[in-house]
């Protein structure tokens, strides 16, 4: 059974940075998704076997997506934190490329909290 593992995450004030990662065990076309409390998964990035990505507004000029040559690992760095971006984040492959809906993406990671503080 694929399992994909992430790690980082944490906790920061608002305007630091972190990143976090997740073994994808070859796979392309994967995505990074975070869900708040009370709130729907929402897509936040992806990239496909190209390396062409795809954001939501809510991190455009802040987060990077980014997957290393042989596909085992997925980055999210993520600068310029601001309080909502707190939620779990979670990484999905076998999915659409560079959809953002979790409808498309069987596979996922355990999920790691992000908690920015104001």
């Known amino acids: 059974q694929v399992q994909l593992v992430q790690s980082g995450g944490g906790s920061v004030q608002s305007g630091g940075s972190l990143t976090l990662s997740c073994t994808t065990s070859?796979?392309?076309?994967v995505a990074w998704f975070r869900q708040a409390p009370g709130k729907e998964r929402e897509g936040v990035a992806s990239?496909?076997?190209?390396?062409?990505?795809e954001y939501v507004d809510s991190v455009k000029g802040r987060f990077t997506i980014s997957q290393d040559s042989a596909k085992s690992t997925l980055f999210l760095q993520m600068n310029t934190l601001k309080p909502e971006d707190t939620a779990m984040y979670y990484c999905a492959a076998r999915g659409q490329c560079l959809s953002l809906s979790s409808d498309d993406y069987s596979t996922w990671g355990q999920g790691t909290q992000v908690t920015v503080s104001s």
């Open positions: 070859g796979f392309s076309c």
């Open positions: 990239i496909d076997f190209l390396g062409n990505t």
